[in-house]
């Protein structure tokens, strides 16, 4: 069973930053690509960020404003979020491709996490 619990979220003022992180849990024998998604209200999830060993892919509406990292020994992926706008409030999804120990691939998301920005 692999899971991922994302934490970080909440609310803050427009100008402000948010550092989301995902936690992936479980019987894995590799982490592939890993992302961040994101869903506002009545619209449909987009892709915010990837990152595959050293490469990273940005939306254009977060470029130069997010940064996506990850830490492969602790299995955690990160989305440090500076100079937040109100059209950046949605639910987040961390997302991951992972290799689990029976060499089984799969895609896997987490339950989201809520970030509110204040105008």
């Known amino acids: 069973q692999v899971q991922l619990v994302e934490s970080g979220g909440g609310l803050v003022q427009a100008g402000g930053s948010l550092r989301l992180s995902c936690a992936a849990n479980?019987?894995?024998?590799?982490?592939?690509?890993m992302g961040w998604y994101r869903q506002a209200p009545g619209k449909q999830r987009e892709l915010v960020a990837t990152i595959t060993r050293g490469s990273t892919v940005y939306a254009d509406s977060v470029k130069g404003r997010f940064t996506i990292s990850r830490d492969n020994a602790e299995n955690t992926v990160y989305l440090q979020m500076n100079s937040l706008k109100p059209e950046d409030t949605a639910v987040y999804y961390c997302?991951?491709?992972?290799?689990?120990?029976?060499?089984?691939?799969?895609?896997?998301w987490g339950k989201g996490t809520l970030v509110t920005v204040s105008s």
């Open positions: 997302n991951a491709g992972i290799t689990n120990s029976d060499y089984y691939t799969k895609d896997y």
């Open positions: 479980g019987r894995i024998f590799t982490l592939n690509t």
